[in-house]
């Protein structure tokens, strides 16, 4: 059973920087392609940014381009750089993984494993 859980979460101020880890277990995770998802209160869930089975493919949303990085960091770990951090980014963030090594898919049906998410909430 694959299990996700995302760590990092925080009270930040506009400007702030963060790391969000997602850990993952039950699987072989250099064939999953992870990605973020976040979720305001009263809005769908969106997608924030995935990164590929073998770590050479990344995608975006255009508001984390140059913002966010995200990362394979460690043995089945990936992480979430955030920088420049605004109220907009108030959220809960969800770690998300699928079976795969090549593509990084943006919609969230495409993605079979979730975590619990963490909440990260940034004040003006």
């Known amino acids: 059973q694959v299990q996700l859980v995302e760590s990092g979460g925080g009270l930040l101020q506009t400007g702030d920087s963060l790391r969000l880890s997602c850990a993952a277990s039950?699987?072989?995770?250099?064939?999953?392609?992870m990605a973020w998802f976040r979720q305001a209160p009263g809005k769908a869930r969106e997608f924030v940014a995935a990164?590929?089975?073998?770590?050479?493919?990344t995608a975006y949303t255009d508001s984390a381009k140059g913002r966010f990085t995200l990362s394979n960091t460690a043995k089945n770990t990936v992480s979430l750089q955030m920088g420049s951090l605004k109220p907009e980014d108030t959220a809960v963030y969800y770690c998300?993984?699928?079976?795969?090594?090549?593509?990084?898919?943006?919609?969230?049906?495409?993605?079979?494993?979730w975590g619990q998410g963490t909440q990260v909430t940034v004040s003006s």
């Open positions: 990164i590929s089975g073998s770590g050479r493919r």
């Open positions: 998300a993984a699928r079976e795969g090594t090549f593509l990084v898919p943006s919609t969230a049906r495409e993605y079979i494993y």
């Open positions: 039950g699987g072989t995770f250099n064939s999953y392609t």
